[in-house]
């Protein structure tokens, strides 16, 4: 288990100063090495870490408990017997995301199963509620279950430089959680200026997020390979700052398993392997597994078909 962030208190200092240029940043982004080596088994490896890693979520209006407990069955067993009995594997998701009323339910469902439960909070997704109602909804969370919160920031604060009003925010909000992990969205898409998604990060990183995070996912824009390189770089300079770790999640507009790849790879080249974990890093994309589903079927199929057309020796 990864030891949380304590923040570092408010130091503007460490960010203010720093500007990015988006232009290499999006060089930098689009000449991701690697992804054509991971082939076969190698790949296969890849997605099944992409499935230990995923935030199985379902946020609707019209969610039930019924509802929940489907999810939370396929989270125990994201690949079905058949094909995890195949790859020689046993995996169970990153956690299962719903929304605060629905937290109890997921933790019935889920019990026994190591699978944590995680609840957006704080006015999800715009986060416009008044702080001590979004403070309120954290604890409720938490008092339900909840083992995760992921919060959304005043987007305001950032647009407008206000940091101190930001940190203090995020901050209220972590004393909230208690024990419970904070994941803090920045809801890059919002945020106009990868300068600003990077100073947004040091200040949820230095109020104690123990994960940032891209998006709600209800943006026009999510998560980019540009914004995730910024919000990474921002993570290494906060742990060269403080020797403290902080998670990343992009979330929206992860599809295909290609995606997947694509994003560990991210990870690998800007954090090391050490960070390809469910405790230092989550995919925010339901309708990501089934794609992943298929790939590896194909995969097992490929090699079984393989294995029986072999030469005789």
């Given at each position: 288990m990864v030891t949380r962030n304590q923040g570092s208190g408010f130091k503007p200092a460490l960010f203010t100063s720093r500007v990015v240029n988006r232009p290499a940043a999006e060089w930098l982004a689009a000449s991701l090495p690697g992804l054509r080596s991971l082939k076969g088994a190698h790949q296969a490896a890849w997605l099944v870490n992409a499935v230990r890693c995923l935030d199985l979520t379902t946020l609707a209006g019209d969610d039930t408990a019924g509802r929940v407990a489907r999810l939370c069955a396929k989270a125990r067993d994201p690949l079905g017997p058949h094909l995890a009995e195949a790859l020689g594997v046993s995996?169970?998701?990153?956690a299962v995301c719903v929304y605060p009323t629905m937290v109890r339910h997921a933790v019935k469902a889920?019990?026994?199963?190591?699978?944590?439960?995680?609840?957006?909070?704080?006015?999800?997704?715009a986060g416009l509620t008044p702080l001590p109602l979004r403070l309120a909804e954290i604890s409720y969370a938490v008092d339900q279950g909840a083992d995760e919160i992921d919060v959304v920031i005043t987007r305001e604060y950032a647009l407008t430089g206000d940091w101190a009003a930001l940190y203090e925010e995020i901050a209220q909000m972590r004393a909230a959680c208690g024990e419970a992990h904070l994941k803090v969205i920045l809801a890059t898409g919002d945020l106009r200026s990868l300068t600003t998604v990077y100073r947004a990060a040091m200040v949820a990183m230095q109020a104690g997020a123990d994960f940032i995070k891209t998006s709600t996912g209800k943006e026009e824009v999510n998560a980019t390979l540009p914004v995730s390189l910024i919000m990474l770089r921002a993570i290494r300079d906060y742990q060269a700052q403080t020797g403290q770790i902080v998670g990343f999640k992009p979330a929206g507009g992860l599809r295909?398993?290609?995606?997947?790849?694509?994003?560990?790879?991210?990870m690998k080249e800007e954090l090391g392997l050490s960070w390809l974990q469910p405790d230092l890093f989550r995919i925010g994309a339901s309708s990501l597994?089934?794609?992943?589903?298929?790939?590896?079927s194909h995969y097992v199929t490929g090699r079984y078909a393989a294995f029986h057309h072999q030469e005789p020796a």
């Amino acid at each position: 288990m990864v030891t949380r962030n304590q923040g570092s208190g408010f130091k503007p200092a460490l960010f203010t100063s720093r500007v990015v240029n988006r232009p290499a940043a999006e060089w930098l982004a689009a000449s991701l090495p690697g992804l054509r080596s991971l082939k076969g088994a190698h790949q296969a490896a890849w997605l099944v870490n992409a499935v230990r890693c995923l935030d199985l979520t379902t946020l609707a209006g019209d969610d039930t408990a019924g509802r929940v407990a489907r999810l939370c069955a396929k989270a125990r067993d994201p690949l079905g017997p058949h094909l995890a009995e195949a790859l020689g594997v046993s995996v169970t998701v990153g956690a299962v995301c719903v929304y605060p009323t629905m937290v109890r339910h997921a933790v019935k469902a889920l019990e026994g199963s190591g699978v944590p439960v995680a609840s957006v909070a704080t006015g999800f997704p715009a986060g416009l509620t008044p702080l001590p109602l979004r403070l309120a909804e954290i604890s409720y969370a938490v008092d339900q279950g909840a083992d995760e919160i992921d919060v959304v920031i005043t987007r305001e604060y950032a647009l407008t430089g206000d940091w101190a009003a930001l940190y203090e925010e995020i901050a209220q909000m972590r004393a909230a959680c208690g024990e419970a992990h904070l994941k803090v969205i920045l809801a890059t898409g919002d945020l106009r200026s990868l300068t600003t998604v990077y100073r947004a990060a040091m200040v949820a990183m230095q109020a104690g997020a123990d994960f940032i995070k891209t998006s709600t996912g209800k943006e026009e824009v999510n998560a980019t390979l540009p914004v995730s390189l910024i919000m990474l770089r921002a993570i290494r300079d906060y742990q060269a700052q403080t020797g403290q770790i902080v998670g990343f999640k992009p979330a929206g507009g992860l599809r295909t398993s290609k995606d997947a790849l694509t994003w560990q790879v991210l990870m690998k080249e800007e954090l090391g392997l050490s960070w390809l974990q469910p405790d230092l890093f989550r995919i925010g994309a339901s309708s990501l597994l089934a794609d992943i589903e298929r790939q590896l079927s194909h995969y097992v199929t490929g090699r079984y078909a393989a294995f029986h057309h072999q030469e005789p020796a």
